[in-house]
Structures are given as structure tokens and as C-alpha cells.
């Protein structure tokens, strides 16, 4: 291979030391290095610029942080919401970085949001830079993913009902809506096999595609170079540049410290709340998605019925594809703000119409006495949840909505039946875990052999009476039939 292939910079400030110099022969990666660094930017570093890397900070934040969860949490029905319990309540510093990854998210939709602002003010998509716009389009849509499978994973009551109302809206799709609704949840309702998806896709799909395209971002950012301020031409620069090294790199890495101080100082004082585990048949339960979905879900509040399809798939669709099309139709080299009005101000009436939206939820939400109480409600059961010590699991933390564990036994599952269409359910369970009106019945067996437990079903005690339990009216092989089903339910 011919020697030049190797070579160093002409100019090297500074002589290499000899494992670098070693180092160097075999993989570039000084020189690579000195790319990176003395990438010239037009008109010199600035403040305007730190965005992109303060973005990359929080991707790789998000990354050690969700390693770190991956540890203990487990993705099924009835694991999920112990491991992050678990995480949160007894996994020390686990809060701590729970949150540090739920604020992360965070963080990453508001400098996502600066960054692309950024990029419109300044006309920054001008120029061979079409594609570039277009991965960016692509990282904003694949992050927006992220933030909606990971909100279902703890496995909450929150995060149950909205991500209910989330794979809901998809359903109205045409033609293909419910077979993608069955797609993404596994099943016609949500359960622990919507539970794997989002993490499949939150855990290994959506980082991989984001890895790949970040690189991608990058790649054809610095193939087209730093468009640089306003002014300058979006083809050819003009203005004397700097090198990114030393004080852009200094910018980005000030930015970067400022963010982890901030999410730092939220997680501590404000740590992440992580309400009752979701009860699938609780109706009274009000969802509210992430704020910055909440204008959204304000918008389908608004179009829903007979317009959710034009309202809910068909404009935001448009919306999506006019945006990501900005450098297909805005091609002059003009790129001072006050000189492209259209993009401009159609730009700033989207994020005024969206905080609008999102300004006006909370509006009807406080104003509505009957939501506000509830909301209330869901937001003190979810402080109680915080103080209580960690419970490790116990059958009757079980899901009552969960269909009884199938046996067998036909003559258990006969009694299953006659318990299920008793109103037993109403007051002890669906499945004999219990409520406030009657306690549990699981581990009945120990408590009653199976005689005793036909004699009380026929004979009730006054605390049976007191507690408005109905008489059973049931002949000797039925009440056997449920005797064993009941002595079944561990
Ligand atoms: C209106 C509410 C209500 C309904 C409906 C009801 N129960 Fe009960 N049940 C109670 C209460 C309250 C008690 C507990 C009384 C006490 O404190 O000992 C009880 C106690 C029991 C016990 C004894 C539990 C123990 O640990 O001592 C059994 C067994 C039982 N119920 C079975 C049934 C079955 C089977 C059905 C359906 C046919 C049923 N219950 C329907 C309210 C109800």
C-alpha cells in the first residue's frame, strides 16, 4: 500500500508520542481526530450552535441511564410494576436515575424543539442539506416513539390508561387501523404482550434505528459543513471560519454541563412519581399523556367523533410531510428569517397553535370541578403509592381483570363459572383477591376445610349478613363445584 495513505498532517503542531504514532498507522484514528476537530465553521463558534451536541449528551445519558433500569426491570403484566417499584423504593440511588431518565426525555423533546427552531430561523436546511433535514425529520419522529413506549412501561395506572388512549387513536387509521392497533398492543386488549412490544421496540428497534440515523445526522452534517449564521451564503461560505477546536467545542461542552446540572438538580429535588399498579377495569380512571403530547390529545378532544380521521390521522399527517418537505420548496439562498416570512411565521403559527392547545387542556381541566377532583385523586394516590415501603410481590397484587387461571379440573372450573356469574366478584374479586367491601378468599383451603366452607356458603355468619353477602341458592353438586374452586384460589 503506498506510504501517503498514512501520512500525518503536514502542519502537526505537535510530534505525536510513539504509541500514537503507532496507533495512528493502523487505524487513522488521529487524523480522524484532527478532522473532527478543525472542522471550519463560518462566522465562527456560537451559542446558537450548541443544540445538536447538547442533543447527542442526552442520548448517551438516556442510554447509561436505561442500561441501568434494563437491570431489574422485567417486561410483564405482572412483574413490571414491582421492578420499578422496586427500583424506585429500594435500589439505592434508583429513584435518583429513574428519574434522571424520565426528565431526560424530557429534556430531549425541549432542546430537540430549540434545535429545529434553530435550524428554521436560521434557513440552516438551505443548500446540499435536504437530506440532512430529512434524518433530522426521521430522529424527531423515531425520539417521539421512544417517549411513547417507554411511558407504558412502568406499567402504572398513568401509564396504562394513556398508552389505552394512545394505541386507541391508531385504530381509526382506515382499512389497516385495527390490524395495527392488534400489531402494536398483541392482542385486541393491553396486556403483558403489549408490555414486550413497547419494550422490544423502546429497548432494541427505536435505539438501534436511532443509532444509525444519528450517525447518519452527523455524517451528512459534516459532509455538508456548518451552514454558519443567517448571512452567509448556504452554498458557498464566505465568512473567515474557526476551527470547532477549541471554542465551539468549549461552548458544547459548558451547554452539556449546564444540562446535567439541571437534570441533576430536577431529579434530586422533584424525583419521578410511580402511581398504583394499573387496574385495566378501573373506568373512573382519567388519562393525561406526557405535557407535550397533551396538546394532541386536546386536539382529538376537539375533532373527535366524526372528524377523528380527518382531524386525527389525515391533518397531522399533512402537517408531518409539509414539514419534513421545508427544503424541497424554500430553495432560495436567502436565509435571513425576516426575509422568508412563509416558513417563518407558518413555523411560529404551529408552536403558538400547539402551546394554545396545550394551555387550553389545562384549562378545561381545572375548570371542570368533576375532572379536577379526580385529577386530584389519581395525583394523591400516587403519593401514597411513594410513601408506602416496597412490597415484594404477592398473589393478590395480581391484576383483578386477568382471567382466572385456567385448570384442569372440570369440577373447578365449573365452580369457576357459578363464582363468576354470582355477584361474588362484585365484593370479594374477580378472582377472590378481595376488595374493601369483602376480604380475600385466596388460601380460603387453609382456613375452612371443604365442609365448613358448604356449611357457611348455606349458613352465613352475621358478619357475612352485616356485609350484605348474599344466601347461595345452589343445589349439593354446585356447591361442591364452587367449594373446590374456592379451596383452588392460591
Ligand atoms: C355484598 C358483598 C358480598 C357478596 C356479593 C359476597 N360476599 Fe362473601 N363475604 C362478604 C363479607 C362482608 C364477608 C366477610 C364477613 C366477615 O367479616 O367475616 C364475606 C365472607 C365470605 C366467606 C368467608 C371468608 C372468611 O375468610 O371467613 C366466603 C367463603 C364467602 N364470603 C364466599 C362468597 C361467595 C362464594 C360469594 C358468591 C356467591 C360471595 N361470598 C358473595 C361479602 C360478600
Redesign the pocket.
Given at each position: 500500500m503506498p506510504e501517503t495513505r498514512y501520512a500525518l498532517p503536514k502542519d502537526n503542531p505537535r510530534p505525536l508520542s510513539g504509541f500514537m504514532t503507532w496507533l495512528d498507522r493502523r487505524t487513522g484514528v488521529y487524523s480522524l481526530l484532527r478532522e473532527a476537530l478543525d472542522e471550519p465553521i463560518p462566522g465562527g463558534a456560537r451559542w446558537a450552535y450548541i443544540f445538536g451536541s447538547g442533543l447527542l449528551y442526552l442520548f448517551v445519558s438516556q442510554v447509561v441511564t436505561g442500561i441501568f433500569l434494563a437491570l431489574y426491570y422485567v417486561p410483564s403484566s405482572d412483574h413490571a410494576h414491582t421492578t420499578v417499584s422496586y427500583i424506585s423504593k429500594v435500589v439505592s440511588s434508583g429513584l435518583f436515575l429513574r428519574s434522571i431518565h424520565a426528565y431526560g426525555a424530557t429534556a430531549i423533546v425541549i432542546v430537540l424543539f430549540l434545535h429545529m427552531s434553530q435550524t428554521i430561523l436560521y434557513g440552516s436546511y438551505k443548500g446540499p442539506r435536504e437530506l440532512l433535514w430529512l434524518s433530522g425529520c426521521f430522529l424527531l419522529f423515531l425520539m417521539l416513539g421512544m417517549a411513547f413506549t417507554g411511558y407504558l412501561l412502568p406499567w402504572d395506572q398513568k401509564a396504562y390508561f394513556a398508552s389505552a388512549v394512545g394505541t386507541n387513536i391508531i385504530s381509526e387509521v382506515p382499512l389497516i387501523g385495527s390490524s395495527l392497533q392488534r400489531l402494536l398492543r398483541g392482542s385486541s386488549q393491553m396486556g403483558t404482550l403489549t408490555l414486550s412490544r413497547f419494550y422490544v421496540l423502546h429497548v432494541f428497534m427505536l435505539p438501534g434505528l436511532l443509532i444509525a440515523f444519528t450517525a447518519t445526522h452527523i455524517f451528512l452534517f459534516r459532509k455538508a459543513g456548518p451552514a454558519g449564521p443567517s448571512n452567509e451564503d448556504p452554498f458557498h461560505p464566505k465568512l473567515p471560519a474557526q476551527k470547532f477546536y477549541p471554542r465551539q467545542l468549549v461552548m458544547d461542552m459548558v451547554a452539556s454541563l449546564l444540562i446535567v446540572l439541571a437534570l441533576a438538580l430536577v431529579a434530586y429535588f422533584v424525583p419521578i412519581r410511580l402511581g398504583p399498579q394499573a387496574v385495566p377495569s378501573d373506568t373512573s380512571y382519567i388519562p393525561r399523556p406526557e405535557w407535550y403530547y397533551l396538546p394532541m390529545f386536546q386536539w382529538l378532544k376537539v375533532v373527535g367523533g366524526r372528524w377523528s380521521l380527518l382531524g386525527g390521522i389525515v391533518l397531522p399527517g399533512l402537517l408531518a410531510m409539509l414539514f419534513a418537505a421545508i427544503p424541497f420548496f424554500d430553495r432560495g439562498r436567502e436565509r435571513r428569517p425576516w426575509r422568508r416570512p412563509l416558513v417563518v411565521a407558518g413555523f411560529t403559527l404551529f408552536v403558538a397553535c400547539y402551546a394554545g392547545l396545550g394551555a387550553l387542556s389545562y384549562h378545561d381541566d381545572a375548570s371542570d370541578s368533576n375532572v379536577a377532583a379526580q385529577l386530584a385523586r389519581q395525583r394523591n394516590a400516587e403519593i401514597r403509592y411513594m410513601r408506602q415501603p416496597f412490597k415484594p410481590e404477592a398473589a393478590s397484587s395480581a391484576p383483578p381483570a386477568a382471567p382466572a387461571p385456567p385448570s384442569g379440573d372440570p369440577l373447578i372450573a365449573k365452580g369457576a363459572t357459578?363464582?363468576a356469574a354470582?355477584?361474588?366478584g362484585?365484593?370479594?374479586g374477580t378472582r377472590g383477591e378481595g376488595t374493601d367491601?369483602?376480604?380475600a378468599?385466596i388460601g380460603?383451603s387453609q382456613?375452612?376445610s371443604a365442609d365448613r366452607?358448604a356449611f357457611?356458603?348455606h349458613h352465613r355468619?352475621p358478619?357475612?349478613i352485616?356485609?350484605?353477602?348474599?344466601s347461595?341458592d345452589l343445589d349439593q353438586a354446585e356447591t361442591a363445584a364452587?367449594v373446590a374452586y374456592?379451596r383452588s384460589l392460591k
Open positions: 357459578i363464582f354470582g355477584p361474588c362484585d365484593c370479594h367491601k369483602a376480604p378468599l380460603i382456613k375452612y366452607l357457611l356458603l355468619t358478619e357475612m352485616d356485609g350484605g353477602m348474599p347461595v364452587l374456592l
